[in-house]
């Protein structure tokens, strides 16, 4: 829940920056042709089924929280300055490996 409050207060804080971030990010996704925690965004990864059972798996209750619409144009590397309990860089790396196994 801390994890979303934040994220949701960062979004309120960077809107203008996001609004770019959150344009370029399925572009940088699919230009790499890889989903990662760096370059794409949290929406992204929610409407991908398999995505979001690995970031589920590796942050429990994120993709279920009521909160998480609002954090959509982030990405989880964006996330973690305002969660760093919750999106650790071991997560974040541990997220990518299984992120790097889907088709």
């Known amino acids: 829940m801390r994890l979303l409050i934040l994220a949701t207060a960062a979004l309120a804080i960077a809107t203008p920056a996001l609004a770019q971030t959150a344009a370029s990010a399925p572009a940088a996704a699919a ?5 990662n925690t ?6 992204t990864l929610l ?3 398999a995505a979001k059972a690995i970031v ?4 429990p209750g994120m ?10 144009g982030m990405t989880l590397k964006a996330i973690q300055q ?10 974040l790396a541990a997220i ?3 992120l790097a196994k889907l088709p």
Request: glycine share 4%; aromatic share 2%.
């Open 82 to 91: 305002y969660a760093s309990e919750e999106v650790t860089d071991a997560r």
């Open 38 to 43: 760096a370059d794409t965004d949290l929406g």
């Open 56 to 59: 589920e798996k590796h942050i």
């Open 47 to 49: 409407d991908n089924p």
């Open 63 to 72: 993709t279920t929280n009521d909160q998480v619409e609002m954090a959509r």
């Open 31 to 35: 230009v790499k042709g890889k989903l």
């Open 96 to 98: 990518d490996a299984d």
